[in-house]
């Protein structure tokens, strides 16, 4: 069956410093990849989207990378801060374009 | 713009009672979602309107839940009789086209349920 992993233990990590978070799925050919950010008491809110055929995707300080080959997607807050502090979401298409698979998800804290 | 509304924040119902959600999306948004995250475990998707139309309904747990979505608006959930494994947060997205390539979905704040 189709599976989507997050590191399930949270991540802390100082201020300045790269936080890398790790998304891995079996069992899917995805055309694309999200990754949404969430805060306690609030939905997901969409960050980004890489799409099968790009290996790279940045966006201020956030970078994304997707290796199909590996079945991994890759994600990097540079320079993090304390307001990045919140959990992490990687999401894959299913169904036909009918509804996204989601990971369990990665809890970022970001320490001064 | 407005963001994808829902009502309420919080429900607390017994055991056996019924409960109805309420979702108001993106206007102009014809895709409606809703998800579920229980505790400890990924916000799994339930069902998929398109306008008043329901296109995908195979994450919905059992015959107590009912989605509608008349006049292709708002729409509700409502679970009756309520068991205490619903218990969890329920999510409303809603996105202006199929989640294809280029496509976000805009989530509501969710709606906390707890069946004592």
């Known amino acids: 069956s189709q599976k989507i992993e997050q590191n399930s233990e949270a991540l802390n990590i100082q201020e300045g410093k790269t936080a890398t978070l790790t998304c891995n799925y079996t069992n899917y050919s995805p055309a694309y990849l999200q990754w949404y950010r969430q805060d306690p008491g609030r939905g997901p809110v969409f960050l980004l989207l890489?799409?099968?055929?790009?290996k790279e995707k940045r966006k201020e300080r956030l970078k994304v990378t997707f290796d199909t080959t590996l079945k991994q997607s890759l994600f990097h807050i540079t320079a993090s801060q304390p307001a990045d502090s919140a959990t992490y979401l990687c999401a894959l298409p299913a169904g036909g374009g009918n509804k996204l698979t989601f990971g369990t998800g990665t809890q970022l804290k970001v320490e001064l | 713009e407005a963001g994808v509304t829902q009502f309420p924040s919080h429900s607390v119902i017994e055991k056996g009672q019924t409960v109805t959600l309420r979702c108001d999306p993106i206007s102009g948004h014809d895709n409606l979602y809703w998800y579920r995250r229980v505790m400890g475990k990924e916000i799994k998707f339930l069902l998929h309107?398109?306008?008043?139309?329901?296109?995908?309904e195979s994450g919905m747990p059992n015959n107590r839940f009912l989605a509608e979505r008349t006049g292709g608006t708002y729409s509700t959930l409502k679970v009756q009789p309520a068991e205490l494994e619903d218990s969890g947060v329920y999510f409303c997205a809603s996105s202006p086209r199929r989640l294809e390539v280029d496509t976000e979905a805009f989530f509501g704040q969710g709606t906390r349920l707890t069946v004592v």
């Open positions: 890489i799409r099968e055929n790009e």
């Open positions: 309107f398109v306008k008043e139309s329901k296109q995908d």
